[in-house]
């Protein structure tokens, strides 16, 4: 039989890829850039992620499914056990890993446990993604490609920046070549499936993060009570509350005569009011929840 296409013409590929890696790896900006819309909030701060986050990208020849994981950390409460085993359950469900190790920092005992976990999973594809290219120096990178090349044999290793979008395109024609053939998964205006109450607690949760320092930023949980669309006008209330562990912490998330909670609430209404369309006015109530990180019942309760 005589041909004149490409093998790959009329191949359809799909299917998921998840990203692991230790927290602040750039896994969930990562995401965002592929995807091309904020979908994951992200932070300076480790272990923003909290739960396994699907992101859709859409191809003429493939659909690509990711999974961004919350970072892989040696687990210091309740939470940060379950987690990991977050990570552990979506490395069982998908078609390629991708290891994600940033460029600026050197690979550690941290990066080397994630990559052992990886033994686990023998039927994934494995990639190695060098992040954050643009913060280290031409020959940090190549070493960091060295050191991240001898951890195992990996099907592709790319180096990439998601904010100067470099190698993007790279990793996207990698992930598609490991895919299996198959049909699109999700309908075509699909970007994700996070419901929007979610969303709306990540975006005050990242405006909360803004300006905080150590233990607070794992303290911090925000949850929706009600999202309500007004009739008459184009506004939507957004009733909210902001819990910290500690008395201490309420005040420094307050702030004095409760101008930090004012900026959050500012910053969170822009992002909100992005996805939803409409002016939002959001009510955000600043609540204890003692030691919650560590409290089976109440992480119940937050859906951990
Ligand atoms: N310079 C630079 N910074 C980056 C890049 N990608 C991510 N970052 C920064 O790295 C920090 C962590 O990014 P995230 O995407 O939240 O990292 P993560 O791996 O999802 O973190 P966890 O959810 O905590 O596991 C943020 O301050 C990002 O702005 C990049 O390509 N270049
Ligand atoms: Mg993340």
Redesign the pocket.
């Known amino acids: 039989m005589t041909t004149d296409r490409t093998p790959e013409a009329g191949v359809h590929r799909s299917g998921f890829v998840t ?1 692991v ?10 995401m ?1 850039a592929l995807v091309g819309e904020k979908i ?10 909290r739960h396994a986050i699907r992101g859709v990208v859409h191809r003429a020849d493939a659909q690509l499914v990711i999974v ?4 892989m950390h040696k687990p210091r409460t309740l939470l940060g056990k379950r987690l990991n085993a977050v990570v552990q359950t979506t490395l069982g469900d998908v078609d390629v890993i991708c290891l ?1 190790v ?1 460029a ?1 920092e050197p690979l550690g005992p941290g990066d080397r446990f994630i990559d052992q976990q990886l033994e686990g999973f023998p039927r994934a594809r494995k990639v190695a993604v060098v ?5 280290a120096s031409k020959e940090r990178v190549a070493q960091q490609l060295l050191a991240v090349a001898e951890l195992r044999e990996w099907d592709a290793v790319v180096p ?5 979008g470099t190698q993007l395109d790279v990793l996207l024609d990698t992930l598609v070549g490991l895919l299996p053939e198959g049909p699109p998964l999700y309908e075509a205006e699909t970007l994700t499936e996070e419901p929007l109450d979610i969303r709306i607690a990540e975006l005050i949760r990242e405006a909360a993060l803004e300006g905080v320092r150590d233990e607070l930023p794992h303290s911090i949980m925000v949850t929706i009570d009600d999202i309500v669309r007004r009739e008459d006008r184009e506004l939507t209330d957004v009733y909210a509350n902001l819990w910290v562990e500690r008395d201490s912490q309420k005040g420094i998330v307050i702030g004095k005569g409760g101008s930090r909670l004012r900026q959050v609430g500012a910053d969170a209404r822009a992002e909100i009011e992005r996805i939803v369309g409409t002016q939002v006015h959001l009510d955000l109530r600043v609540k204890i929840a003692k030691e919650w990180q560590g409290d089976p019942k109440q992480l119940g309760r937050f859906g951990f």
């Not at 961004?68 to 970072?71: F, I, Y």
């Not at 992040?131 to 913060?135: E, F, N, S």
């Open positions: 990203f890696g230790r927290p602040n790896a750039g896994k969930s900006t990562l965002n994951a909030i992200t932070s300076s701060k480790p272990q923003t992620t961004d994981t919350p970072g994600c940033p600026d992040t954050k290219t643009d913060a990439l920046s998601s904010v100067r």
